[in-house]
Nanobody, 120 residues
Framework: QVQLVESGGGLVQPGGSLRLSCAASGSIFSINDMGWYRQAPGKQRELVAVISSIGSINYADSVKGRFTISRDNAKNTVYLEMNSLKPEDTAVYYC??????????????WGQGTQVTVSP
């Protein structure tokens, strides 16, 4: 059974920083893309950033220059460093990964979500 477990959310003032982590565990054969999505109240879930297994990266325009995604393939972990946070970054942040588990077909997995609140 494959699981994605996120950590690092919380309350921060505008201009502040947070670092999110997401670790994949279980009977993992390989991991392709890993990424972060977010969903604000009343809005659809949107892509924040994604990183491929070889390090290719894409960011949403709204976070370019402020957020940095990275991954540690040895630890099956993806990170999101968030700087210069704005109130509009407030959302539940979800980790996502494309994983091939042993004995299973390739599929997309989601974490449980972690709340990020940016407020004075």
């Amino acid at each position: 059974q494959v699981q994605l477990v996120e950590s690092g959310g919380g309350l921060v003032q505008p201009g502040g920083s947070l670092r999110l982590s997401c670790a994949a565990s279980g009977s993992i054969f390989s991991i392709n893309d890993m990424g972060w999505y977010r969903q604000a109240p009343g809005k659809q879930r949107e892509l924040v950033a994604v990183i491929s297994s070889i390090g290719s990266i894409n960011y949403a325009d709204s976070v370019k220059g402020r957020f940095t995604i990275s991954r540690d393939n040895a630890k099956n972990t993806v990170y999101l460093e968030m700087n210069s946070l704005k109130p509009e970054d407030t959302a539940v942040y979800y980790c996502n990964a494309g994983i091939k588990a042993y004995g299973k077909t390739f599929r997309s997995y989601w974490g449980q979500g972690t709340q990020v609140t940016v407020s004075p």
